[in-house]
Structures are given as structure tokens and as C-alpha cells.
């Protein structure tokens, strides 16, 4: 397993403290120049579908599981994994001072159709759709946002957009 960065939320003090540890999956699914990404309307950004791991769930099972609730993606195929990104982030809930994230993040193919989707309250709430993108286009959004420090942006941004940008420095030119 490959680290592919680590990063540091800027609003972020120090490392240390009380941590909050959380493991996710996130998939990387691509039909030529089209990537499959979750649109947030609160955020106003495009991220990987995936999320975090229930209690001891396997990770390749965990990627599955979201990918089918987020996306309603069929017959998945994990290809496999690209590499894991190290996070710490503000933590907003009480007894915590940071998040310490580990994305793990998969190559993956799905079946030419997806059903309906089975998002969380939460992801409801937050206007989460998926939607089929131009990589170039989902990135040049991203960084805009990050631009303009739009008050609605979200802390994985960063992350999103810089995996975003590394998976296009590899597509053929």
C-alpha cells in the first residue's frame, strides 16, 4: 500500500490531542475522460463516492457497500487499490480536537447501468447526487471554490481535489 500524501486541514492548530480516528474507501471509477463523482450542493463540490468503514467491516467490502448506496453502481469490480491519503482535520464533535482520516482509494469499474440511489439523511439533507464529469471540469470547480473560499466549503475538498489532480497528471495525454 502506497502513501500518497499527507495532509493538514489549514485550520488545523496541531496533530496532537485528542484524536478521532476514521478509515474510508473511496472509489475511482473513469469512462474515458468522465469520472463518477458525488456532487454536494452544501459544499458546492465534487468528491469521491466512498465513506467510512463500520466497525471492523472489510475495506474492499466497505467500498462496495458505499459505492452501491451513493451511486447505485452494479456489478463492481475493485481493480485495485491506488494508494491511501493521511488527514488531519478540525473535529467537530465534543471530546475530540482532531480527526486523523485514512482514505484508501480503489480503481474500480461498475456495470453500464446504476440503479437508484441510497444515500444517508445526512447526504439527502446536504443535496449529495452522483453525476458522470470531465475530470478537467470537476477540478477547474474544485479550485474555484477553493479560490474563492467560498463560506460553505468543506474540509475534504483539499483532499478530493488533490487526488482529482493526480489522477489526471496519469490519464493519457
Not at 462496495?64 to 491506488?82: D, F, S
Request: net charge negative; charged share 25%; glycine share 8%.
Amino acid at each position: 500500500m502506497q502513501l500518497i500524501t499527507e495532509i493538514v486541514h489549514p485550520q488545523l492548530a496541531s496533530t496532537q490531542g485528542r484524536v478521532f480516528r476514521r478509515h474510508a474507501a473511496r472509489g475511482i471509477v473513469l469512462r474515458g475522460e468522465q469520472i463518477l463523482l458525488l456532487f454536494t450542493e452544501r459544499y458546492n463540490d465534487f468528491s469521491f463516492p466512498g465513506g467510512g468503514l463500520d466497525g471492523d467491516e472489510d475495506i474492499v467490502a466497505g467500498l462496495k457497500r458505499e459505492l452501491e448506496e451513493e451511486t447505485g453502481a452494479c456489478e463492481i469490480q475493485v481493480l485495485q487499490h491506488y494508494g491511501y491519503i493521511e488527514e488531519y482535520r478540525p473535529h467537530l464533535k465534543p471530546g475530540y480536537d482532531l480527526m486523523h482520516m485514512t482514505s484508501h482509494f480503489y480503481l474500480c469499474e461498475i456495470g453500464p447501468y446504476q440503479e437508484q440511489v441510497r444515500m444517508e439523511s445526512h447526504e439527502i439533507a446536504n443535496g449529495m447526487r452522483p453525476v458522470w464529469i470531465n475530470l478537467a471540469d470537476a477540478i477547474s470547480h474544485n479550485e474555484a471554490v477553493m479560490q474563492r473560499q467560498e463560506s460553505s466549503m468543506g474540509q475534504s475538498i483539499q483532499r478530493e481535489t488533490f487526488m482529482l489532480r493526480k489522477i489526471a497528471s496519469k490519464m493519457p495525454q
